[in-house]
Every structure is written in structure tokens, then in C-alpha cells.
């Protein structure tokens, strides 16, 4: 197993290479995106309508929110990036370095849709534009009766009664919420001590009964093999894969609840005036609804559209719990070394 990275430093080198490597600006404006299902859903529900809609044009580039923050930071009077889709860590670095602006709701008129609390993210930062949570996936053909809590997950993986998957330390986005914090929660501790974690995390590596996965699809393919029958995971990935054919993978929130990870956006400050009217489009309804149909997370419009099928399983607000995103960025640093020393190899 490799250790754990600090945050900012690895934000710094993930982008480093990039920040050179930028085209030259051709489009009307520029917006980020995640590679494979979450690339091709953004052009066809929010590109290529909007390009339609206003003769406008749009470049999208991939990556990670690391290296779009060091893009931008690297020329921040005229940056290449115009509107930041990226995730809560991303875009706290991105408000910390004074990258972007206030979302502003005169600008946004379509914002009048979205619930408050999708509006408050990064103190008025960025605004969600869809949610999905870490849960727990299980082969119900082998488990008949799941943990109820996520403490009863954690004592009865102990036991041995399963063998559970968890992310690994290299899984930046979910490791330092979904475990760390989720587990810390869940325990009755304080993001400011972490070491009732470290001591769990220690026991059930040392009992033999958990793996590490690193890469999304590596958890489905310890789930299929039969290397694992139970782990943390996320909602729409479960469901998607159920839907694709593994029938025996099921999908829940334990209690207190699962661990909301948000799809945000942000404006970038210096960047082109048409990023307004671009996120503006984001949260329109039928762009919104065609979103939700593809990737399968709830998404920020009230007045978005579901397939009942899809609906019926996706998080409420309710459902969810809301980790302090700013604290955990701030805490990372100091859970590195024990991380490192108890659980890394």
C-alpha cells in the first residue's frame, strides 16, 4: 500500500504538468470536465444544447480539479479555464486562492430552483450541481442481513462475518471523507482527533478481513471475483452496475447516513462573461433532467425531471450527511502521518 499524500502539495504536482500543456483559446469559453460516461453526458445534455441554443461555443477540458486549479492559478488575469465543474475539495483550493467569484443570483436567474442549502457550498463559492453519497454495496447473495449503522459495520467486519472493500489512500476524492471523516462521525469523534480511526483502521487491516481498492472499477471487479462481499462505495456507480448485469449488488445508506460527495460549479474570476449564461443554462430544467437520466444522481433543479425507476433510488437531502469539507482540507496535513505510520506501508 503507498501513504498518503498531503493535500496541497499533491494538488501542486498533480497539475504542474498541465499547466503548460494548455491549447490556445478558441472557444467562446472553457469548462472542465471528468473523462468516460461524465464527459459524454456533459456535451450531450449541457454542451451541445447550449452551443445550439446561443451560437455560443464551448471547449470542455478533462482532467482533475488539481490540475485545473494550478491552470488557472498559473494565469489568473486571463485564464484558460472559464467555468470550474468540479469537486468540494477542488473547489475549496480554487476559493483559497482567490480563483474564482461569488456566485451571483441575478446572474444565475435559473438558481431561483435550486434549494438553499445547494447554494451555500464554499461559503457562496460554487453551487451544486448534482449530489451523489458513499454507502454501502453488498452481494446480497451472500449477505442477507447488512449492517444496519456504520459502527455495526465496522465491529461485525471485525468478527470476520464478511470480507469488506474500502477505498484506498490513493483515492484522494473519497478516502478523507467517506472513511476517515465517515468513520470519525460515526464513532463520536472530532475532525481535530482522528486517532479512534487510525486504531479501527489498524484493526481491521490486521484482521484480515479488508481490502483496498484504488480505482473505482477495481471495487466491482473484487465484488464479482468474490474477493470482497461488502464495502464503501458509491450510489449511482452501484446502481449503474447493477443495471449493467451484476443483479446480486445491492446499495444503502447506514446509519446516520451516507457521505454526500457534490458535483459543484464555479465561476472563475477573469474569465469570460458567457460562463454566467453557461451555468445559468447548467441548472435549467430539461438540461438538468437529462443529466440526472445519464449518471443517475440527483441533481440541484426542483424542477428537473426523473425516471421513476431512477428516482426511487436516489439520496434526499435527508438521506445524507454533509461532511465539513473546509475543516477536513485544513485537517490533512496532520492526518497524514499517523495514517502513515499505523496504516501505510
Not at 460516461?37 to 480539479?65: A, H, M, N
Not at 488575469?77 to 472559464?82: G, T
Request: hydrophobic content about 45%; proline content about 9%.
Amino acid at each position: 500500500m503507498q501513504t498518503l499524500t498531503p493535500f496541497r502539495p499533491l494538488l501542486a504536482l498533480a497539475g504542474l504538468a498541465l499547466t503548460v500543456a494548455m491549447p490556445a483559446r478558441a472557444a467562446d469559453l472553457t469548462v472542465t470536465a471528468f473523462g468516460g460516461i461524465w464527459e459524454k453526458s456533459l456535451r450531450t445534455c449541457y454542451v451541445e444544447p447550449f452551443q445550439k441554443k446561443t451560437g455560443k461555443t464551448v471547449d470542455v477540458v478533462l482532467g482533475t480539479p488539481a490540475q485545473w486549479v494550478n491552470q488557472v492559478a498559473a494565469n489568473p488575469a486571463k485564464p484558460p479555464i472559464d467555468v470550474f465543474l468540479t469537486l468540494i475539495d477542488g473547489a475549496e483550493d480554487a476559493k483559497a486562492r482567490g480563483l474564482v467569484e461569488k456566485i451571483d443570483p441575478a446572474k444565475v436567474p435559473n438558481l431561483a430552483d435550486v434549494p438553499e442549502p445547494l447554494k451555500q457550498v464554499v461559503g457562496g463559492d460554487a453551487v451544486v450541481l448534482h449530489f451523489g453519497a458513499a454507502g454501502l454495496a453488498y452481494n446480497e447473495a451472500k449477505i442477507k442481513n447488512p449492517p444496519k449503522s456504520w459502527a455495526e459495520f465496522i465491529d461485525r467486519t471485525l468478527k470476520g462475518e464478511w470480507q469488506a472493500a474500502l477505498p484506498g489512500i490513493n483515492v484522494a476524492s473519497t478516502t478523507p471523507t467517506a472513511v476517515i471523516w465517515n468513520f470519525t462521525d460515526a464513532l463520536g469523534g472530532k475532525v481535530g482527533d482522528i486517532s479512534p480511526v487510525i486504531a479501527k483502521m489498524k484493526a481491521l487491516r490486521d484482521s484480515g478481513n479488508v481490502i483496498f481498492w484504488n480505482d473505482v472499477n477495481q471495487f466491482l471487479t473484487q465484488m464479482q471475483s468474490g474477493e470482497a462481499d461488502i464495502g464503501i462505495y458509491w450510489d449511482g456507480r452501484a446502481w449503474a452496475a447493477r443495471d449493467g448485469g451484476f443483479k446480486a449488488l445491492n446499495f444503502y445508506y447506514p446509519a446516520p447516513g451516507g457521505v454526500v460527495s457534490p458535483t459543484v460549479v464555479q465561476k472563475v474570476k477573469n474569465g469570460s462573461p458567457a460562463a454566467w449564461e453557461f451555468i445559468d443554462f447548467l441548472f435549467s430544467p430539461e438540461p438538468q433532467s437529462c443529466w440526472a437520466a445519464a449518471i443517475q444522481y440527483p441533481v440541484a433543479s426542483t424542477k428537473a425531471q426523473y425516471k421513476p425507476e431512477q428516482k426511487a433510488r436516489m439520496p434526499k437531502l435527508d438521506d445524507v450527511r454533509w461532511p465539513p469539507f473546509a475543516e477536513i482540507l485544513a485537517a490533512m496535513p496532520k492526518w497524514v502521518e499517523p495514517w502513515n505510520k499505523e496504516i501505510g506501508r
